[in-house]
């Protein structure tokens, strides 16, 4: 089964702190995806990284950061320095095999307070 | 990235009515996807668009409920038919990226009264 889980419901923390969402998927394929994405109270949908199954390597682009390690089937994503904008909904999802569709995990709410 | 408009952006409706959603793409792409996210909840998908050939609908969704058209390879129509407050949620339309990439529009806000 593929299946994407992102057991921290909601995290809430002091502006500056660093944070780190954590996500662990389930899949039976070799080639797959998974995906971060941000949903602000807007509701729009923010695309922020894509990671194939064959590329191990962390990733960091400003303050975010994502480790991905297959050996626990995770793909941790982890804010420095937090800030208010950062407030939202985070979405870790999964594409698996051919299909261009994605499985999302259940979303983790973080507030940053000031 | 492709860009994706939606309209309406929101409405309210009232039960028993028929709500059609349009997707607009500003790039061919092959399929394009719906979503729907319930309140406080994850993204679902509904169905996967190919143009020139019947929506493919995932398990616990039906043509009759969510018809969905793809006359061209830049747009799509979801109908929500015959609703109840149940269907209340964001509407969102999805297309693949050159990269693997997969992008979303700005999502219809839905509220069946």
């Known amino acids: 089964a593929q299946k994407v889980t992102q057991a921290q419901t909601e995290i809430s923390v002091v502006e500056k702190e660093d944070v780190t969402l954590d996500c662990v998927y389930e899949t039976r394929d070799t080639t797959y995806y998974l995906f971060w994405y941000k949903q602000p109270p807007s509701g729009e949908l923010v695309f922020l990284i894509r990671r194939n199954s064959f590329d191990e390597q962390n990733e960091i682009s400003g303050r975010y950061s994502w480790n991905f390690q297959k050996s626990t089937s995770s793909f941790n994503f982890t804010i420095t320095a937090s800030q208010v904008v950062d407030s939202a909904v985070y979405f870790c999802a999964l594409r698996f095999g051919g299909a261009q569709k994605l499985v999302f995990g259940q979303g983790t709410r973080l507030t940053i307070n000031p | 990235s492709a860009v994706i408009s939606q309209k309406p952006s929101r409405d309210i409706c009232q039960r028993g009515t028929s709500l059609t959603i349009q997707c607009q793409v500003d790039s061919q792409v092959t399929m394009m996807f719906w979503y729907r996210q319930q309140p406080g909840q994850s993204l679902t998908l509904i169905a996967t668009?190919?143009?020139?050939?019947?929506?493919?609908?995932e398990s616990g969704f039906v043509i009759d409920k969510f018809p969905i058209s793809r006359p061209n390879l830049t747009f799509s129509t979801l109908t929500v038919s015959n609703m109840s407050p149940e269907d209340s949620s964001i509407y969102l339309c999805?297309?693949?990226?050159?990269?693997?990439?997969?992008?979303f529009g700005p999502g219809t806000r839905l509220t069946v009264l």
């Open positions: 999805s297309v693949g990226g050159a990269r693997n990439e997969q992008f």
């Open positions: 668009a190919n143009q020139g050939s019947e929506a493919t609908y």
